[in-house]
């Protein structure tokens, strides 16, 4: 499986921004997608994430309200639409996938060493 994220770039503070991850290969091994990003200097912080259905999510409280994950698995694509961006919110945003499983604990998704896929990462830059 291959991930491309594409959509970064700058934005303006309280404007908004929509990454894409694209899923190409062996994508019928995609289970659950998620959303981290990472500051220089900073760990992996996670974002969001998405179940294979598209009904479940889960939010980190940073973005939780700003921030919305969904999915159309008929592109095999993941999305992140970022609403009211701040300039704190700037980092590298990677896209995440791991193969289907099920983990009724719900933090087990907010953990990068839970995901077997990874893309590349794109930058997003807010500026004030």
């Known amino acids: 499986v291959q991930l491309q994220a594409s959509g970064g770039g700058i934005g303006e503070a309280g404007g908004s921004l929509r990454l894409s991850c694209a899923a190409s290969g062996r994508t019928f091994n995609i289970g659950t997608m998620g959303w981290f990003r990472q500051a220089p200097g900073k760990e992996r912080d996670f974002l969001a994430y998405i179940r294979w259905s598209g009904v479940s999510t889960y939010y980190a409280d940073i973005v939780k309200g700003r921030f919305t994950i969904s999915r159309d698995n008929a592109k095999n694509t993941v999305y992140l639409q970022m609403n009211s961006p701040k300039p704190e919110d700037t980092a590298v945003y990677y896209c995440?996938?791991?193969?289907?499983?099920?983990?009724?604990?719900?933090?087990?998704?907010?953990?990068?060493?839970?995901?077997?896929?990874w893309g590349q990462g794109t930058q997003v830059t807010v500026s004030s």
């Open positions: 995440a996938a791991r193969s289907p499983t099920y983990s009724s604990d719900s933090s087990y998704y907010t953990r990068p060493s839970s995901y077997n896929y």
